[in-house]
Every structure is written in structure tokens, then in C-alpha cells.
């Protein structure tokens, strides 16, 4: 776990990004839209597991620089739905992108009952990572 971590602190924002100031806050958030495709803030909040006001700040901050695009959801017009913006997907996909293969080539020769054991176990360390020491 340890080798991993420090992996993962070693991807440095691509120097393409860079002039965007993006936070460490940013990076689970485009990951998200990157993988999973557009989403609503309500869900980007449920995931990330803030509140969508954290959100919305964030999601504003990333309009302004282009990385993001809001667009009215055709069934909801009330709801705004996010995605990467194509000026930058090329560059977040090959920042972030490695990840993904790397977790669907890890995952891919468990059956989805080990799978699902995997993720609960790396849930339970995370709670244990966040939670009162005992």
C-alpha cells in the first residue's frame, strides 16, 4: 500500500494543465466525470461525499477554465448536467486514464464476489484511515 501511495503522489499534473492551478480536490472530481461520463452535481457530491455546495464551487471554478462543460439536462431543464470539456479530455485521459487501465487489469481476473470483497476491504481500510483510533 505504501508503494502505491507514493505512486499515485508522483503523477504530477501534466505540464499541459498545469497553467489551470488544479487542486488535489479536482482530481477525484474529473476522474469521476472521465470514467462514469456526465454527471449532475447531486451525483458528483454523492460520490465525492461532500456537499453539492462544494460541488457547485468547485464545478464554477473549472467552467471558468474551460476544463468543464454545463449543459441543461433535456429531460430536466431544471438540472444541469456536467462533462469534461473537449478541450482538455485529451490531456485529463491520458493524465488519469493510466489509473483506470491499471484498475481494470488488476480487477479483471476476479469474479464479481471477489471483486466485491476487494472493494469492501479497501472501503474498510479508508473508514479505518478516517475513524477513531482504537
Do not use: C
Not at 458528483?44 to 474551460?66: F, I, Q, Y
Amino acid at each position: 500500500m505504501p508503494r502505491m501511495v507514493g505512486r499515485i503522489r508522483r503523477m504530477s499534473v501534466p505540464d499541459e494543465l498545469q497553467s489551470l492551478t488544479l487542486a488535489p480536490r479536482h482530481l477525484s472530481l474529473l476522474a469521476y466525470l472521465l470514467f462514469d461520463g456526465p454527471l449532475s452535481v447531486n451525483e458528483l457530491a454523492a460520490r465525492l461525499e461532500v456537499a453539492p455546495t462544494t460541488v457547485s464551487l468547485m464545478v464554477g471554478d473549472l467552467v471558468k477554465k474551460d476544463v468543464l462543460e454545463r449543459v441543461e439536462d433535456p429531460v430536466d431543464r431544471r438540472r444541469k448536467i456536467l462533462s469534461l470539456a473537449e478541450a482538455h479530455r485529451a490531456e485529463i485521459d491520458g493524465w488519469l486514464g493510466r489509473s483506470a487501465a491499471a484498475w481494470r487489469a488488476a480487477l479483471a481476473p476476479l469474479n464479481p464476489s471477489e471483486r466485491r470483497v476487494f472493494v469492501e476491504t479497501l472501503t474498510a481500510y479508508e473508514r479505518g484511515l478516517s475513524g477513531p483510533m482504537d
